[in-house]
């Protein structure tokens, strides 16, 4: 109409965003963890609820399972083969070795194939996928708080009060989930292409497992293969958590060194692979 002013129509429609796989080797862009830290907390509390739903002991089995391994180990190797332990009581060495050993190993069982479980959400929303794996890490950190009360009953029962060093305890349980998450994100990448990964992983726990001292101290490794031996990050973890709570010798400054360098290397190259592989997760997964 004559007078009327021109207006300009104004748009509602959603902004786009168009994703496209990274052209390069590496493109870590770390810092969507830091934006996607709800999702994460969110994947995390699903796996802890999902883990024990529907189970008669439900998170006690958080505790019952290193417990009853304790026990098995006890009397098997402390009391039938004599196997030493440093002059500590069989059962508390052996239990505080599994306390670590269980938050690895059960974050690297349920992280490998954590993608393959998830596929319907890899495949229908972008997120970073680097939080699929993270999360059953994260949530065994729950597991390994419960299994401690044990273990502090166990200090009481055997007059084991704290060292000196229990405030490196937490620089061992750091080093314990570096190499969770190195580990994880490298065997969960590689199990998307290869899902031989999945038959492979429970192997690899059991021989990663005896190459630990958990059953055995590591005073009884001959000296000419303490270097390789150090090559475990898992080692240093566990002859750590023996000396922070039980007043062990400490570990080797050689096995300190050499167990930090292959966690971090683990960790970087788990991570690099994993954001290589990520371009093709949503085909063939």
């Given at each position: 109409?004559?007078?009327?002013?021109?207006?300009?129509?104004?748009?509602?429609?959603?902004?786009?965003?168009l994703i496209r796989p990274s052209r390069r080797w590496v493109s870590l862009n770390l810092g969507e963890l830091f934006r996607y830290r709800e999702l994460i907390y969110f994947l995390t509390?699903?796996?802890?609820?999902?883990?024990?739903?529907?189970?008669l002991f439900g998170a006690g089995w958080a505790i019952l399972q290193p417990f009853l391994t304790m026990v098995v180990f006890s009397l098997f190797f402390g009391e039938l083969v004599g196997?030493?332990?440093?002059?500590?009581?069989?059962?508390?060495?052996?239990?505080?070795?599994?306390?670590?050993?269980?938050?690895?190993e059960s974050g690297v069982s349920k992280a490998g194939g954590s993608l393959v479980l998830g596929r319907n959400l890899v495949t229908k929303v972008y997120f970073p996928r680097l939080a699929?794996?993270?999360?059953?890490?994260?949530?065994?950190?729950?597991?390994?708080?419960?299994?401690?009360?044990?273990?502090?009953?166990?200090?009481?029962?055997?007059?084991?009060?704290?060292?000196?060093?229990?405030?490196?305890?937490?620089?061992?349980?750091?080093?314990?989930?570096?190499?969770?998450?190195?580990?994880?994100?490298?065997?969960?990448?590689?199990?998307?292409?290869?899902?031989?990964?999945?038959?492979?992983?429970?192997?690899?726990?059991?021989?990663?497992?005896?190459?630990?001292?958990?059953?055995?101290?590591?005073?009884?490794?001959?000296?000419?293969?303490?270097?390789?031996?150090?090559?475990?990050?898992?080692?240093?973890?566990?002859?750590?958590?023996?000396?922070?709570?039980?007043?062990?010798?400490?570990?080797?400054?050689?096995?300190?060194?050499?167990?930090?360098?292959?966690?971090?290397?683990?960790?970087?190259?788990?991570?690099?692979?994993?954001?290589?592989?990520?371009?093709?997760?949503?085909?063939?997964?």
């Open positions: 109409m004559a007078g009327d002013t021109p207006t300009t129509a104004i748009s509602t429609a959603a902004p786009i965003t509390w699903r796996d802890i609820k999902v883990r024990y739903k529907q189970t196997v030493p332990s440093d002059g500590i009581p069989y059962p508390i060495f052996a239990y505080s070795a599994l306390l670590p050993w269980q938050l690895f699929v794996p993270i999360a059953p890490v994260l949530a065994g950190l729950l597991d390994f708080a419960l299994a401690g009360i044990v273990l502090v009953g166990m200090m009481a029962y055997y007059a084991y009060a704290p060292t000196a060093a229990i405030w490196s305890l937490p620089l061992f349980l750091l080093l314990a989930v570096i190499t969770t998450l190195g580990v994880s994100f490298l065997l969960s990448a590689m199990n998307v292409a290869y899902r031989d990964v999945g038959y492979l992983i429970p192997f690899l726990m059991r021989l990663w497992f005896f190459l630990t001292p958990i059953v055995y101290p590591a005073s009884q490794l001959p000296e000419a293969y303490r270097w390789i031996y150090a090559l475990n990050p898992m080692v240093a973890v566990v002859e750590g958590f023996r000396f922070a709570l039980l007043g062990s010798p400490a570990p080797p400054p050689s096995t300190l060194l050499a167990s930090t360098a292959v966690a971090l290397a683990l960790l970087i190259g788990g991570t690099v692979y994993f954001r290589h592989m990520e371009r093709t997760f949503a085909d063939v997964v």
